[in-house]
C-alpha cells in the first residue's frame, strides 16, 4: 500500500539519485534513515524532557495532561530559540554553554529540541509530515528558482 510517506519518500529518492551533491553536501543515505533518525531524535528529546521534569506536574507529581499544557507557551519557547539564534549570527557570538559552537547552531538545535520534545508529547509524527512537505516542496511552482526569478516571484 502506498501511503503520503512512502510516496514522499519515492519523490525524494528520485530526486536525490539524479542529484547526489546538494550545496556541497552528499545526500546517499535515503529517506529511510533520515526518518528512523529523526524518530530517535524525537524519542530522545521527549524522554529526556520527561525525566527532568517538564512535563510533570509539579504540585502533585503526575504527567500532565493535554489540558494542563499551555501549547501556545511551548510554541513560544520554540520562537525564542530562534530569535536567540538570530542574536548569535547578528552579533557572530560563540555559545556561553558549548563555547566551542556558534551560538546560531546551539540556538537552532534548542529549537529543534523543543520542536521535538513538543512532537514527542503531542504524539505528532513530524517527521513524516517533514518527508511529505519535502516531497510536496519539490512539486511547488512558487519555489521553483526559474519563477522566483519572475516578477512577483518570491525574492527569499
Ligand atoms: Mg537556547
Not at 510516496?7 to 547526489?20: C, K, N, R
Request: net charge negative; aromatic share 4%; charged share 25%.
Amino acid at each position: 500500500m502506498t501511503t503520503p510517506l512512502n510516496q514522499a519518500a519515492q519523490e525524494l529518492e528520485a530526486i536525490m539519485a539524479t542529484t547526489p551533491y546538494i550545496g556541497g553536501i552528499q545526500h546517499t543515505r535515503g529517506i529511510e534513515r533520515a526518518v528512523e533518525g529523526l524518530d530517535i531524535l524525537q524519542d530522545l528529546c521527549h524522554s529526556l524532557a520527561c525525566l527532568s521534569g517538564w512535563w510533570t506536574d509539579k504540585a502533585t507529581g503526575e504527567r500532565k495532561t493535554l489540558e494542563q499544557v499551555n501549547v501556545a507557551e511551548k510554541l513560544c519557547l520554540i520562537h525564542s530559540e530562534i530569535s536567540e539564534a538570530m542574536e548569535g549570527d547578528r552579533k557572530k557570538l560563540m555559545d556561553d554553554h558549548l563555547p566551542h559552537r556558534q551560538m546560531i547552531e546551539v540556538e537552532l538545535a534548542d529549537a529543534l529540541i523543543r520542536i521535538l520534545d513538543l512532537g514527542g508529547f503531542l504524539e505528532l509524527d513530524i517527521t513524516s509530515a517533514a518527508i511529505e512537505k519535502l516531497a510536496y516542496n519539490q512539486r511547488r511552482a512558487d519555489h521553483k528558482l526559474e519563477t522566483r526569478q519572475l516578477a512577483g516571484g518570491k525574492a527569499y
